[in-house]
């Protein structure tokens, strides 16, 4: 019941008569269950913006974002931030406090999606995450709308990601992709094919998690006069989220492979190329699986164009026949197994029925239909304080004071609050190897040990306040600890 929370809006003066009928009911058949309409109206009625304290503008337009962002920055000083939801809670964290919020998910400019014989026009409003679809844009030659206060430009995918990141008066209104089916339908008296592929490694296997590498290839092909080959024309090749600020293109291989017959060769003398340019960092993690990903795109991208019976004068490895043939290397005195079809039945012993037998986990359903609500999703009541521990850094250190930076802590901390606030005994917890004290005394004894507890009005403020606490140490005259 708490992880569902249904337990969260009952009351102490309640029966446990009043506390059970409050529960939605059970129901065996595992039809929907969803939460009680009362409690999502309960909870609702609490999520009240505090406007004494902060403002939020919500413009519906682009000539009103204009206006707020000038009204806001004509002011006296307060800090601004330009939000799209609840960007603060998921990949961009929120560190600082900010005195004015502007939410841009009313405005239609830009979230719609428009599309006519040029190419298509989609709404943007974020930049600077290693994401697929950057990748993707720089491939295709978009370009991006800018607009900074009454001014607007227009520039390319790869000029907007050199740049540094936006102001807060400046927008990413938009992203222009062009019309590749136009573009090519107008070179059809060449007779060339677009080739388009998009790449992706990450750790999970389903793409929910940022990759490793992802990649966007690109290139016109048309058939060689000469030869049974096709020669690469216009192409271009993208790669990003390995380590770098932002996507990359890879210009001189384009330049290398414009014009040519791809052939084991020509691919071999790409891929060096290509790992010249796609560089990472030395404490980038998989830096080696990282740089072959990139090869390997390369290569998987042209495979199919390259000859399966091309020999190589040079003596290099033909992967693309080793990958397409890879009856070559089998063994012939074999005879190669035939996939075949079996059916097994299994009898249970029913002694011990029901043990033994799925069933569906309880509260499965209201989780995967959206309707249950998670403690982090509950408004905190009136008044309530929220604590944040402030965490040693030192594994064994004389602790002197602590002290919270005046300019970067929010208008709501309430207290700090350590071993010389507790009126008993400092004791966290008992165990077979004695007591442990709660909060840090005068010495820490290991690192990440509670040293305080940071009150404040939310606990966006107590983290943010706890992250930027300083805490004085004096390691004079003490023995080195010993490390495990």
Same mark, same amino acid.
């Given at each position: 019941m708490e992880d569902l929370g249904f337990n969260f809006f009952w009351r102490k003066r309640d029966s446990k008569?009043?506390?059970i009928n409050s529960l939605p009911f059970y129901n065996h058949s595992n039809e929907i269950c969803t939460f009680p309409e009362f409690l999502k109206n309960e909870y609702r009625?609490?999520? =009240?913006?505090?406007?004494?304290?902060?403002?939020?503008?919500?413009?519906?337009?682009?000539?009103?974002?204009?206006?707020?962002?000038?009204s806001v920055e004509d002011g006296n000083g307060s800090r601004v931030k330009v939000?799209?939801?609840?960007?603060?809670?998921?990949?961009?964290?929120?560190?600082?406090?900010?005195?004015?919020?502007?939410?841009?998910?009313?405005?239609?400019?830009?979230?719609?999606?428009?599309?006519?014989?040029?190419?298509?026009?989609?709404g943007a409003n974020r930049n600077h995450f290693p994401s697929d679809i950057a990748t993707v844009l720089l491939a295709v030659s978009s370009l991006v709308n800018l607009m900074n206060g009454l001014k607007s430009e227009e520039i390319t995918m790869e %000029?907007?990601?050199?740049?540094?990141?936006?102001?807060?008066?400046?927008?990413l209104v938009s992203v222009k992709i062009p019309d590749w089916d136009r573009i090519m339908s107008i070179s059809l008296g060449t007779k060339m094919k677009l080739l388009f592929e998009t790449y992706r490694?990450?750790?999970?296997?389903l793409g929910n998690?940022?990759?490793?590498?992802?990649?966007? =290839?690109?290139?016109?092909?048309?058939?060689?006069?000469s030869s049974n080959g096709m020669v690469v024309g216009d192409c271009r090749f993208a790669f990003g989220a390995y380590g770098t600020k932002h996507a990359i293109r890879a210009t001189k291989v384009e330049e290398f492979l414009t014009g040519k017959v791809p052939s084991v060769d020509v691919l071999?003398?790409?891929?060096?190329?290509?790992?010249?340019?796609?560089? =990472?960092?030395?404490?980038?993690?998989?830096?080696?699986?990282?740089?072959?990903?990139?090869?390997?795109?390369?290569?998987?991208?042209?495979?199919?164009?390259? %000859?399966?019976?091309?020999?190589?004068?040079?003596?290099?490895?033909?992967?693309?026949?080793? =990958?397409?043939?890879?009856?070559?290397?089998?063994?012939?005195?074999?005879?190669?197994?035939?996939?075949?079809?079996?059916?097994?039945?299994?009898?249970?012993?029913?002694?011990?029925?029901?043990?033994?037998?799925?069933?569906?986990?309880?509260?499965?359903?209201?989780?995967?239909?959206?309707?249950?609500?998670?403690?982090?999703?509950?408004p905190s009541p009136t008044n309530c304080l929220h604590g944040a521990f402030i965490f040693s850094t030192k594994?064994?250190?004389?602790?002197?004071?602590i002290k919270l930076k005046p300019k970067s802590v929010a208008d709501g901390v309430n207290a700090v609050i350590s071993f010389k606030d507790i009126l008993g005994e400092n004791l966290g917890i008992k165990t077979g190897f004695g007591p442990e004290p709660l909060f840090a005394d005068d010495f820490t004894r290991w690192t990440g040990q509670y040293i305080a507890l940071l009150v404040a009005d939310t606990q966006k403020h107590a983290d943010m306040a706890a992250d930027l606490a300083v805490v004085d140490y004096d390691m004079e005259n003490l023995e080195p600890p010993i490390y495990l």
């Open positions: 008569e009043v506390k009625s609490a999520l =009240l913006l505090d406007c004494r304290r902060y403002s939020w503008y919500s413009p519906v337009s682009i000539k009103e974002l204009q206006r707020s962002l000038s939000v799209v939801g609840n960007t603060g809670m998921s990949y961009y964290k929120e560190l600082e406090s900010f005195d004015k919020y502007i939410d841009l998910r009313c405005v239609p400019e830009l979230s719609m999606i428009r599309r006519d014989d040029i190419g298509m026009i989609i %000029e907007f990601l050199r740049r540094h990141e936006l102001d807060s008066k400046s927008i490694v990450a750790p999970r296997p998690a940022l990759p490793y590498l992802n990649a966007t =290839l690109m290139a016109k092909i048309s058939r060689c006069a071999y003398e790409a891929v060096k190329l290509l790992r010249s340019i796609v560089v =990472l960092d030395d404490d980038t993690s998989y830096l080696a699986y990282r740089s072959s990903l990139a090869a390997g795109f390369l290569f998987e991208f042209f495979s199919h164009l390259v %000859e399966g019976n091309a020999e190589s004068p040079n003596g290099y490895v033909n992967g693309y026949s080793t =990958l397409m043939s890879p009856a070559r290397h089998l063994d012939h005195g074999k005879v190669s197994t035939l996939l075949t079809s079996g059916k097994q039945e299994v009898e249970l012993n029913k002694q011990y029925h029901p043990v033994g037998e799925p069933i569906a986990k309880s509260g499965a359903v209201i989780q995967a239909s959206g309707e249950v609500v998670y403690v982090d999703d509950i594994p064994l250190a004389r602790v002197k004071g």
